[in-house]
C-alpha cells in the first residue's frame, strides 16, 4: 500500500494531466527548483544527512557532535541529541522504525541514541580509526554496519547489544577487513539485502555478499573474496611513468560514496580527484585487456551485440549536426555532450561512435583517452571494417602513451585497408608520432596486475569537483532514478541526465562547497549540506525566485549554456591543477592519528 507521500507524489508529479512524461517532469522540476528553506542549529559544518523511509523525518550530524532530527516539510526541529561523540560525525541513521539513531564519528566510535530520550543508548569502541559511514539493511532496520579507516566494517544488531573486548584480538564482529586501505564509505542493497557496496582509499569499489562472510576478529584472515570488483578502465593504464609517479602529490583517487540504485542493480561512485561513475552490478562490461589487443589485432576488445546500419531521425540528427558545429568551433566538451545524446538513443551508431572518439581525443580530460578507445573498439564490435574506427583505436592507444601497441595496430591497419603514410597525410602524422616515441625509448605504462577480472563503467559524469573533501556524495533522483545529483567543490550542485550524462542544471547550493545531496525518498524535494551550518532544502516553487540568504545568493540557475561549459571547464582545471590535492602524507598522517585533531578544523579535510 503506498504512503500518503507516495500518494501525492503521484498525484501532483507523476500522474498530473493523465500521466506526465519524462520531459515534463523535467521541465518542471527543473524550471522551478529553488531553495525552499535554510534548518538552522548546528554549531558547526554538516557533513551527514538521512531521510527516514516515509520521508517524513530527516536526520543531520555535525561538527558540532551534535545529532538534529528534523520535520523539514513543516521546517520544524523535532530534537537535538548531544552525542557525547570526542571527534566530527560523519554518518547517521535511523534505526528502529524511526525511533532511535546510529552515529559514526572521528573518535572511531558508533553510538546509538534515543531521539525520544535525546540520550546515549550504546558506545561502540570496535574501530581503531575514523568512522565514515554506517549503513543500515533495507528489511532489518536493526541491523547495522559501520566502516571506518581502520580499513573495517564491523555489524552490530542493537536488539542483542554489544560489548567491546577487551582482548588484543578485539572484538569478534568484523564483517570485512582489507589491510591495504581504509574503507570511506558502505551502502546495503535495497533488493538483495544480502549484498553491501564498499569504497575505499583506492579506486576499486567492492561489492561483498555477506551470506559468504562470517564475523570474525579484524585481521583475521578471511579465504572468502568479493563476489565483484569496480574500477573505470582507464585507471588499470597509468598513462604517467614510474619517475614522475613517485613524485605525484596525490597517490590515486579514492571513493568518497558509493551506493546503489532502488532497482539494486546498479551501483554509483563518487571518485576524490576524479569523476562519478555508474556500473552494472551484475559486471558485464569488463575493464579492456590491452595484452589481449596485441594478439588478436582483429578482435574488438568489448563484447557487444552486433547491429545493422542506424538511421538517425531527424530530431537525433540536428543534435548530431550540433555536435560537428561545436567540434569545428574546437569546443570539445560540448561536441562530446551532443554526441552523447544522440548516443543515449543510438548506442550501436558507429558514426556517432566514431565522432566521440575524435571529440574525447581533443578534449584530453582525465580518462578521455580510454573513452576513446572503448567507443572505436564497439564502434569495430558493431563494423569490423570500419576504417575509421580502426583508425580511432590506434590514435587512442597513442594517447594512452602505449606506443608499441599502436605500432602493432598501425601495421595492421595499413594492411588491412592497403593504405601508406606516403598518401595519407593523416596516417604519416600518427606513424611518425609513434615511431619518434619508440624511438624516444618511451616505455608502454605498466599495466596493473589481477584486474582482468573488474567491472568497467556504464556510464561517466563529468563536470563537478572533488578534490577538497573526502565526503562527497552522490545519488540518484527523480520518478524512475533518471538523473544523477552530487555536491561540488566550486560550490554549486549537479545534476547529469543519467543516460545521456549531460549536466542539465548547475544551482549554487553552498558559501564554500557542498558534500551531501540527499533525495526524499517520495516527494521532489532534495536537502544538502556543506561547510555552512545549515542543512538547506530545495523544492519546486511556484515562481522563479533568488534566496539572498546574508552575503550571497543562493539558488541561482545557471540556466545559460555559455556560463554551465565555463563552470565545467573550471572544475575540470581544479582537478587538474596539483594544488588542490591534498599530499599522500597528509592522508597517510590524518589516517594514523598522527595529526593533531584541533588542526583539522574542518571535517571535510581530506583524511
Known amino acids: 500500500?503506498?504512503?500518503?507521500?507516495?500518494?501525492?507524489?503521484?498525484?501532483?508529479?507523476?500522474?498530473?494531466?493523465?500521466?506526465?512524461?519524462?520531459?515534463a517532469w523535467r521541465g518542471y522540476f527543473f524550471n522551478k527548483l529553488n531553495l525552499e528553506t535554510t534548518l538552522k542549529c548546528h554549531g558547526g559544518c554538516v557533513n551527514c544527512l538521512q531521510w527516514s523511509k516515509s520521508g517524513r523525518l530527516l536526520l543531520s550530524g555535525s561538527d558540532d557532535k551534535t545529532v538534529c532530527v528534523w520535520e523539514p516539510l513543516?521546517?520544524?526541529?523535532?530534537?537535538?541529541?548531544?552525542?557525547?561523540?570526542g571527534e566530527n560525525i560523519f554518518s547517521v541513521k535511523f534505526v528502529n522504525k524511526d525511533k532511535q539513531v546510529i552515529s559514526g564519528a572521528g573518535d572511531g566510535e558508533v553510538r546509538h541514541l534515543d531521539i525520544a530520550a535525546t540520550s546515549v543508548l550504546s558506545a561502540w569502541r570496535c574501530h581503531r580509526h575514523r568512522v565514515k559511514r554506517c549503513c543500515t539493511v533495507e528489511d532489518d532496520d536493526n541491523l547495522v554496519i559501520s566502516s571506518s579507516e581502520d580499513g573495517t566494517a564491523r555489524q552490530f544488531d542493537i536488539r542483542e547489544g554489544h560489548t567491546c573486548s577487551s582482548t588484543d584480538s578485539g572484538c569478534s564482529n568484523t564483517l570485512i577487513s582489507l589491510e591495504h586501505c581504509s574503507i570511506?564509505?558502505?551502502?546495503?542493497?535495497?533488493?538483495?539485502?544480502?549484498?553491501?557496496?564498499?569504497?575505499?582509499?583506492?579506486?576499486?569499489?567492492?561489492?561483498?555478499?555477506?551470506?559468504?562472510?562470517?564475523?570474525?576478529?579484524?585481521?583475521?584472515?578471511?579465504?572468502?573474496?568479493?563476489?565483484?570488483?569496480?574500477?573505470?578502465?582507464?585507471?588499470?593504464?597509468?598513462?604517467?611513468?614510474?619517475e614522475e609517479d613517485e613524485n605525484r602529490f596525490y597517490s590515486g583517487p579514492s571513493i568518497t560514496w558509493c551506493t546503489f540504485d532502488p532497482t539494486g542493480n546498479f551501483l554509483l561512485c563518487n571518485m576524490g580527484g576524479e569523476q562519478i561513475y555508474l556500473y552494472d552490478v551484475e559486471g558485464k562490461l569488463k575493464v579492456i585487456e590491452l595484452e589481449k589487443m596485441a594478439s588478436d589485432v582483429e578482435s574488438p576488445s568489448m563484447p557487444l551485440p552486433p547491429s545493422s546500419t542506424v538511421e538517425l531521425d531527424t530530431d537525433t540528427k540536428e543534435v548530431k549536426e550540433e555536435g560537428n558545429s561545436h567540434y569545428k568551433q574546437k569546443d570539445y566538451h560540448r561536441a562530446i555532450t551532443a554526441y552523447s545524446k544522440c548516443l543515449a538513443r543510438y548506442p550501436h551508431s558507429v558514426v556517432l561512435l566514431n565522432n566521440r572518439a575524435q571529440a574525447l581525443l581533443k578534449r584530453e580530460w582525465k580518462g578521455d583517452e580510454y573513452a576513446a578507445l572503448r567507443d572505436s573498439s564497439t564502434a569495430l564490435?558493431?563494423?569490423?571494417?570500419?576504417?575509421?574506427?580502426?583508425?580511432?583505436?590506434?590514435?587512442?592507444?597513442?594517447?594512452?602513451?602505449?606506443?608499441?601497441?599502436?605500432?602493432?595496430?598501425?601495421?595492421?591497419?595499413?594492411?588491412?585497408?592497403?593504405?601508406?603514410?606516403?598518401?595519407?597525410?593523416?596516417?604519416?602524422?600518427?606513424?611518425?608520432?609513434?615511431?619518434?616515441?619508440?624511438?624516444n625509448n618511451q616505455k608502454d605504462p605498466p599495466i596493473r596486475p589481477d584486474?582482468?577480472?573488474?567491472?568497467?563503467?556504464?556510464?561517466?559524469?563529468?563536470?563537478?569537483?572533488?578534490?577538497?573533501?573526502?565526503?562527497?556524495?552522490?545519488?540518484?533522483?527523480?520518478?524512475?532514478?533518471?538523473?544523477?545529483?552530487?555536491?561540488?567543490?566550486?560550490?554549486?550542485?549537479?545534476?547529469?541526465?543519467?543516460?545521456?550524462?549531460?549536466?542539465?542544471?548547475?544551482?549554487?547550493?553552498?558559501?564554500?562547497?557542498v558534500n551531501c545531496v540527499q533525495p526524499n525518498p517520495h516527494l521532489p524535494i532534495i536537502a544538502s549540506s556543506g561547510l555552512e551550518k545549515v542543512v538547506k532544502l530545495w523544492s519546486?516553487?511556484?515562481?522563479?525566485?533568488?534566496?539572498?540568504?546574508?552575503?550571497?545568493?543562493?539558488?541561482?540557475?545557471?540556466?545559460?549554456?555559455?556560463?554551465?561549459?565555463?563552470?565545467?571547464?573550471?572544475?575540470?582545471?581544479?582537478?587538474?591543477?596539483?594544488?588542490?590535492?591534498?599530499?599522500?602524507?597528509?592522508?597517510?598522517?590524518?589516517?594514523?592519528?598522527?595529526?593533531?585533531?584541533?588542526?583539522?578544523?574542518?571535517?571535510?579535510?581530506?583524511?
Open 451 to 513: 584486474l582482468s577480472d573488474c567491472a568497467d563503467y556504464v556510464q561517466r559524469y563529468t563536470g563537478h569537483c572533488n578534490c577538497k573533501t573526502d565526503i562527497k556524495e552522490a545519488n540518484f533522483f527523480g520518478p524512475d532514478q533518471e538523473y544523477i545529483m552530487a555536491g561540488s567543490d566550486d560550490k554549486h550542485i549537479f545534476f547529469w541526465d543519467r543516460n545521456s550524462c549531460e549536466v542539465l542544471r548547475v544551482y549554487k547550493g553552498d558559501h564554500s562547497l
Open 1 to 23: 500500500m503506498k504512503s500518503p507521500l507516495q500518494a501525492l507524489y503521484d498525484r501532483q508529479l507523476k500522474n498530473w494531466d493523465g500521466g506526465a512524461s519524462q520531459k
Open 184 to 242: 570511506k564509505s558502505i551502502n546495503s542493497n535495497p533488493v538483495r539485502t544480502h549484498l553491501v557496496c564498499v569504497g575505499t582509499s583506492d579506486d576499486i569499489a567492492r561489492v561483498y555478499d555477506r551470506r559468504m562472510l562470517s564475523l570474525t576478529h579484524a585481521g583475521s584472515p578471511d579465504s572468502t573474496p568479493e563476489l565483484a570488483r569496480y574500477l573505470p578502465g582507464h585507471l588499470a593504464y597509468p598513462t604517467v611513468d614510474a
Open 540 to 607: 519546486p516553487q511556484s515562481q522563479d525566485l533568488v534566496v539572498d540568504d546574508g552575503d550571497h545568493q543562493i539558488g541561482l540557475l545557471n540556466a545559460d549554456e555559455i556560463s554551465l561549459n565555463e563552470i565545467v571547464r573550471n572544475n575540470q582545471s581544479q582537478m587538474d591543477s596539483r594544488e588542490s590535492i591534498p599530499t599522500f602524507a597528509m592522508i597517510q598522517n590524518a589516517m594514523l592519528g598522527m595529526v593533531d585533531p584541533d588542526s583539522l578544523q574542518n571535517s571535510c579535510n581530506p583524511s
Open 381 to 439: 564490435n558493431i563494423d569490423p571494417d570500419n576504417e575509421k574506427a580502426h583508425f580511432r583505436q590506434i590514435q587512442s592507444l597513442h594517447a594512452m602513451k602505449y606506443s608499441k601497441l599502436a605500432k602493432i595496430k598501425l601495421k595492421h591497419f595499413q594492411t588491412k585497408f592497403s593504405r601508406t603514410p606516403n598518401t595519407d597525410s593523416a596516417l604519416k602524422t600518427i606513424s611518425d608520432e609513434i615511431s619518434t616515441a619508440i624511438k
Open 74 to 85: 513543516r521546517h520544524k526541529l523535532l530534537a537535538q541529541i548531544p552525542s557525547h561523540h
